[in-house]
């Protein structure tokens, strides 16, 4: 069972370091932004999949950007699941958030440097949390 909080703590450690500064968290050239480093597609697909209307400036709402990505990692994490036959672990929903489902699913091995950083923030997390 997946810890939506846990996981959400993760990607924004290694997405932006927890920065929450709307100026500071921007990434691949203004296309990534807020704490999650969501860019326009994302927005997009959850849009368009829930009949939502999150706007780009929601990026920079830290309460946003979690139920934005919380909404877009259900939805393929369903849809990876459904195909595969295997319910998503974190290392899934790590990989889907840096390489898209069809990275996952096409080139799964480009994603294994930031599965390994994700890795080392939620094995960290879990030990902080246990003490």
């Given at each position: 069972?997946?810890?939506?909080?846990?996981?959400?703590?993760?990607?924004?450690?290694?997405?932006?370091?927890?920065?929450?500064?709307?100026?500071?968290?921007?990434?691949?050239?203004?296309?990534?932004?807020g704490c999650l480093q969501i860019q326009i597609p994302v927005i997009q697909d959850v849009?368009?999949?829930?009949?939502?209307?999150?706007?780009?400036?929601?990026?920079?709402?830290?309460?946003?950007?979690?139920?934005?990505?919380?909404?877009?990692?259900?939805?393929?994490?369903?849809?990876?699941?459904?195909?595969?036959?295997?319910?998503?672990?974190?290392?899934?929903?790590?990989?889907?958030?840096?390489?898209?489902?069809k990275g996952l699913l096409d080139r799964p091995h480009a994603t294994d440097y930031y599965?390994?950083?994700?890795?080392?923030?939620?094995?960290?997390?879990?030990?902080?949390?246990?003490?």
């Amino acid at each position: 069972m997946i810890d939506w909080s846990l996981l959400l703590a993760v990607l924004i450690a290694v997405e932006s370091g927890g920065e929450t500064h709307p100026d500071l968290a921007v990434g691949d050239n203004g296309k990534s932004i807020g704490c999650l480093q969501i860019q326009i597609p994302v927005i997009q697909d959850v849009n368009r999949i829930y009949r939502r209307n999150f706007i780009p400036s929601d990026r920079n709402n830290r309460q946003y950007s979690k139920l934005i990505a919380k909404l877009w990692l259900t939805y393929y994490g369903n849809k990876y699941e459904r195909l595969t036959g295997i319910e998503p672990t974190y290392e899934i929903y790590c990989r889907l958030w840096n390489g898209g489902y069809k990275g996952l699913l096409d080139r799964p091995h480009a994603t294994d440097y930031y599965w390994n950083k994700c890795k080392g923030v939620l094995q960290w997390q879990k030990h902080i949390t246990s003490n």
